[in-house]
């Protein structure tokens, strides 16, 4: 069970994806008290009341709008989903990194400031970048400042492949490493379908020409998040159950292996910089960084992500 003696779960950002995950942990019973900020107090207080009207359908949970940094002070995990979304005229991708980062920053620069035992999930993007920038700004110890990582992408993956072999989403274990974004790849040398390694069920199952789908269902998991803005102008839902499984396994420390954005001390050659590789996730939030054997292809994609997020990082003042 819980180390915390609080349940309480500030988000951070009320917008699309602060509110939805507002609403799937509601539904979860998992929190006794959800707290929502916003620099627009009006949206967080609109979400939090129309939440609170739902409180005779589940569990009970105090659901209310609150500002910072005081709402930190008795959380057990604040969820950072604040931050700016899109880019105005002549905005770049960096100069909205810039933006980003700053807000990232003095957010979590007040919750240690009120509450250094708290533990942060950062899902604002480019969420591994924040997620170092985060840390070096905090120095908190590796895992109480974590992200989202690849566990919205993972799942994606689990059930492409779910679809695509007609077998429950829940028999597939698989995994999408590295960059939460375009240099993510599959780590298809540790897919399991009911226990079986992928290459001995695809032997027995003979349906298909596996091998040749495989990028096919990679470019679909990296273009989800694409395709998805593209028809209702952001994603909210998948991340939102991605988000309260990963504060189900802090709250409950049910040590859970999920592919969260973990700063790498060595682990695959690889040091300074974050990214989502498999973790054990509990009441610390990342307790072990998995070392996975990956075949060498995999190794040298992993590499490459790597490179790209230095080279994001190296951008930043
Ligand atoms: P949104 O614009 O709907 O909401 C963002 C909210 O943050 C806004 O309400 C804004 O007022 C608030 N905000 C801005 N600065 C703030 C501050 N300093 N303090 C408090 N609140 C502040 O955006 P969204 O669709 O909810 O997306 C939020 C973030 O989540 C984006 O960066 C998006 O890219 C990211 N995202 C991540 C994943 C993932 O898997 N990591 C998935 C989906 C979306």
Redesign the pocket.
């Known amino acids: 069970m819980s180390n915390f003696k609080s349940r309480k779960v500030v988000i ?7 509110s939805d995950v507002a609403f799937a942990l509601a539904q979860s019973g998992l929190a006794e008290e959800i707290a929502l ?4 107090t009006d ?1 967080a207080k609109g979400q939090a009341l129309d939440l609170a009207h739902g409180a005779p359908f589940y569990r009970t949970v105090n659901i209310h709008a609150d500002t ?1 940094p005081t709402a930190y002070r008795d959380a057990a995990i604040v969820v950072i ?5 899109q880019a105005g005229p002549g905005q770049t991708r960096l100069d909205l990194l810039q933006i ?1 980062a700053r ?1 990232i920053t ?2 979590v620069v007040d919750v240690q400031g009120v509450n250094p035992d708290a533990i942060v999930l950062i ?3 480019p ?1 591994d970048v924040l997620t170092h920038v985060a840390r070096l700004h905090t120095h908190w110890p590796r895992g109480r400042i974590l992200g ?1 990582g690849t566990v ?1 992408d993972s799942a994606r993956f689990r059930w492409l492949l779910a679809e695509h072999c007609g077998i429950s989403p829940l028999n597939i274990h698989g995994s999408i490493l590295g960059e ?1 974004g375009d240099s993510e790849f599959a780590a298809w040398s540790l897919v399991h379908i009911g226990g079986l390694q992928m290459d001995d069920y695809c032997r027995i199952c003979g349906k298909c020409d596996f091998a040749q789908r495989r990028p096919q269902i990679l470019e679909q998991v990296r273009r989800s ?1 694409y395709h998805i803005i593209g028809y209702k102008g ?3 839902y998948g ?1 939102a159950m ?1 988000l309260t499984h990963i504060v189900r396994a802090i709250l409950r420390n049910e040590r859970r292996v999920m592919t969260v954005s973990a700063p790498l001390e060595g682990e695959y050659g690889l040091h300074d910089v974050t990214l989502g590789i498999p973790c054990v996730v509990g009441a610390n939030g990342i307790e072990e960084v998995i070392e996975a054997r990956l075949a060498p292809d995999e190794m040298q994609a992993l590499a490459h992500s790597a490179q790209t997020l230095k080279d994001s990082l190296a951008q930043l003042d």
């Open positions: 951070v950002g009320a917008g699309a994806v602060g900020v916003d620099v627009n949206l910072a989903t604040a931050g700016k979304a980003n807000i003095s957010i899902v604002t993007n969420v989202s919205l939460h998040a952001s994603t909210s991340v991605a």
